[in-house]
C-alpha cells in the first residue's frame, strides 16, 4: 500500500469516527431536552440553592461534561481531517489542484457545516418545515459558510425572520435538501421548536 492509499484509508476512518461523535452528540444532546430543556447553561439548584428536583441533576452534570469533550474531540479531528485532505492531494496529479495550484481544503471538499439539527419537537416550526434530527445544516436564511461565526449567527438570524419564509439547506443521508422555515410563536419555547448543536 503507498503513501497515498494509507492517507485515503485514514481520511475514510476519521469521517466514519466523525459520523460516530456526531451520532453520540446527537444522543447526549436529547438527555438535556428531556431534562426540561435544560441546555449546557441551565440552573442546577432551584431558588433557595437546593439541587433541583423536576430534573436528574447528576445525569445532566454528566451529559454536559462529556458534551464538551465530544465537542473539542469533534473540532481536533476535523482538523486533523484538513492535514490529511491537504496530504492527500499534495500527493495526486497537478489537474486535482485549485486554480491557485493549492490543494483543496476540506471546506472546499466537502460543504462547510453550520450546525447539527438535535431533537425536533412535534408540531414546531421546525418539525412544520420537515427538519429531522441529524439534519446538517449548510445554510440558513441569509447565513453560509462565508459569514458564519458560531451559532449566535443563526439566533440572530432567526430574530430578524419572525414570521418571515427562510430557505434552509441541509445535508440528509449524503443527499442535499432544501426546506422553507418560518420562525414563530407557538406553544412551545423559542421560535423553531429544535435544538441546534455546533457542527465543529
Not at 9 to 15: A, G, I
Not at 27 to 53: A, C, F, S
Not at 59 to 76: E, F, M, P, T
Not at 84 to 110: N, V
Amino acid at each position: 500500500m503507498n503513501e497515498m492509499d494509507e492517507t485515503s484509508d485514514e481520511l475514510m476512518r476519521n469521517f466514519n469516527l466523525r459520523t460516530e461523535l456526531e451520532k453520540e452528540i446527537s444522543d447526549l444532546n436529547e438527555i438535556l431536552i428531556v431534562n426540561k430543556n435544560i441546555g449546557m447553561t441551565g440552573n442546577l439548584v432551584d431558588d433557595e440553592g437546593y439541587p433541583r428536583n423536576d430534573i436528574d441533576v447528576y445525569q445532566v452534570k454528566h451529559a454536559r461534561a462529556k458534551l464538551i469533550r465530544l465537542l473539542n474531540d469533534y473540532s481536533a479531528l476535523m482538523k486533523n481531517c484538513e492535514s490529511l485532505l491537504t496530504q492527500y492531494h499534495a500527493s495526486q496529479k497537478p489537474e486535482f489542484l485549485d486554480k491557485s495550484g493549492r490543494p483543496p481544503t476540506l471546506s472546499q471538499e466537502i460543504t462547510k457545516k453550520l450546525a447539527i439539527v438535535g431533537k425536533v419537537a412535534k408540531g414546531s416550526p421546525s418539525d412544520s418545515a420537515g427538519l429531522k434530527e441529524g439534519d446538517i445544516i449548510l445554510e440558513f436564511g441569509g447565513i453560509n459558510s462565508s459569514n458564519w461565526n458560531s451559532l449566535q449567527t443563526i439566533n440572530a438570524e432567526v430574530e430578524k425572520s419572525i414570521d418571515m419564509y427562510i430557505k434552509v439547506i441541509v445535508e440528509r443521508d449524503s443527499k442535499l435538501k432544501r426546506l422553507n422555515l418560518k420562525p414563530k410563536r407557538w406553544s412551545g419555547n423559542g421560535y423553531l421548536g429544535c435544538m441546534l448543536l455546533p457542527a465543529s
